[in-house]
């Protein structure tokens, strides 16, 4: 390799550090995201033994329909002033001014989450019958709807946090968090029989706790005004992820109407357990984004040329299609372990179609930060409304000829549209140099591995030959030429100092 090649590998940020510096201090970051995140994914996989085994399918099918309403509320309510608040952050120069964005911020969602609840405590039943078909659900809409309005005021000082690159706190709350509601889930569900109606009061007590948590942090940084000016300027921005987030839930959530309508809750139900073990890939991928969105958006790209915002993103897309692999491959044997009704079990059939759709969008979030250099929160939104009306339109087409596997085969199709979109005006607004060869070689070979899952044989068998494709699955990008020839000497130096660093360990053993 020249020298030039390598400085170029080895250009330094604004602050002075080398690329490699930034993405280890990215990477240690991400880490603690992903390792919380993964806590609280194994906390909550103990709840699918408890609700499958105590939920009946259409009970199950009542709670996924929950989550979408839920989530539809929160991104309405929330006005997008998070999103705007991190459009904002990096042009509050000192304290005062990330202040007065925090107050703002903090005050207006306040007021509407007061608003909120006014309104659906006027007639709980009216809402449950709008929502869910029937008036006699007016209890599981309120509690179901307190506990996302608490969430939505939850997110701005977490949003801070993750600013500030402080993820062992952001981690540690969420954790606590789930482990109580987990913890009161098994006792109300599986102890008390208490349904639907025990898993939506574990939520709200979950999200209470946190609130709690983070009160030291809003009384320290929050002060007492709403600076209406800023305000003003922050909900155009804000006002378009509204639309985008709601477009965003239909995209990922939607199928689970239409196929309440087409075919009942019970499969609701049964497809709610494949989303609920496919989006731990999703959680996962938006964990690195935590702190992927806060330090890209402090560089200044003209220094490098965005090429850590693209370089990370490549790297991450490595990752998650890695992780995402070795999950989809395992889909028969996590279903099967986890369900406690047989009934469940069709849900293997949809996870690994939703673990593609889910690499997609998280990788169309990262693609997202061009807007947000720019300041176009418009071209997002479209280009999830677009997917979204996509989705809708391929399960009702879908649906009727496959049934769960089209549903899923529907949301794979149209994050693979939202990526696309998301790229394609990404380049035209904000253009940064995205590696999208690489991502998409990285895509075709975690997506060919899955022909395994074709071979006939004993479970046993089958399930080594699956351990064996994922752990080779670096080995088969580097023979694709996915490694630069950089990347690939750094790779051999690291891994030939990790060899010398055993060697030297064991020889001080023996003597």
Sequence with gaps: MTETNRSAEEK????????????RQFGSQGVIYAVGTM??????????????????????????????????????????????????????????????????????????LFAGLGVFLLNPAWWSRILLGSSQWGDFILLAIGAGLLDMF????????????????????????????????????????????????????????????????????????????????MLPFGLWYVVGSTASLFLSMGDRYVLNYLVGLSAVGVYTLGHQLAT???????????????????????????????????????????????????????VHLLARNPGYYPALKVVPLLVLAAVLYVLAMGV??????????????????????????????????????????AAAIASAGRFALSYHWAQRVYPLPYDVRRILLVLAVAIAAHAVMLVPGAWWAIAGLKLLVTLAFPLVLWYAGFFTPFEQQELRTGFLRALSYVGVRGETHVR
């Excluded at 939104?381 to 596997?405: C, D, E, K, M």
């Design 368 to 409: 997202d930060i061009s807007f947000f250099f720019a300041g176009r929160a418009r071209y997002v939104t479209w280009s999830i409304v677009i997917s979204a009306a996509l989705n809708v339109g391929l399960n009702f087409t879908f649906i009727p000829l496959f049934g769960l596997v089209g549903a899923s085969l």
């Design 12 to 23: 330094q940020g604004p602050t002075g550090s080398s690329f490699r510096q930034e993405l």
């Design 154 to 233: 939850l997110a701005t000082p977490l949003g801070v946090v993750r600013m500030e690159e402080r993820p062992g706190f952001y981690t540690t709350v969420m954790v606590v968090r789930t482990l109580i509601s987990t913890v009161l889930a098994i006792y109300l569900v599986a102890w008390r029989d208490a349904g639907v109606m025990g898993v939506l009061e574990a939520n709200l007590i979950g999200v209470l706790s946190a609130c709690v948590m983070v009160l030291p942090l809003v009384v320290r940084r929050c002060g007492w005004v709403v600076d209406i000016p800023l305000l003003k300027e």
């Design 39 to 112: 806590l609280m994914r194994l906390i909550g996989f103990v709840l699918v033994p408890v609700y499958t085994k105590h939920l009946p399918e259409e009970s199950y099918g009542i709670y996924g329909i929950l989550i979408l309403v839920t989530q539809v509320v929160m991104t309405f309510l929330g006005l997008g002033l998070m999103n705007a608040l991190f459009r904002h952050w990096a042009g509050a120069k000192d304290a005062d001014a990330k202040r007065r964005l925090i107050s703002t911020t903090v005050w207006s969602q306040t007021f509407m």
């Design 280 to 334: 731990t890939i999703n959680v996962l991928g938006q964990s690195f984004l935590s702190a992927y969105l806060p330090m890209g958006l402090k560089r200044d790209v003209s220094v490098d040329g965005g090429r850590f915002v693209t370089k990370t993103l490549t790297y991450f897309a490595l990752g998650l299609a890695w992780v995402g692999l070795g999950f989809s491959l395992f889909a028969p044997e996590i």
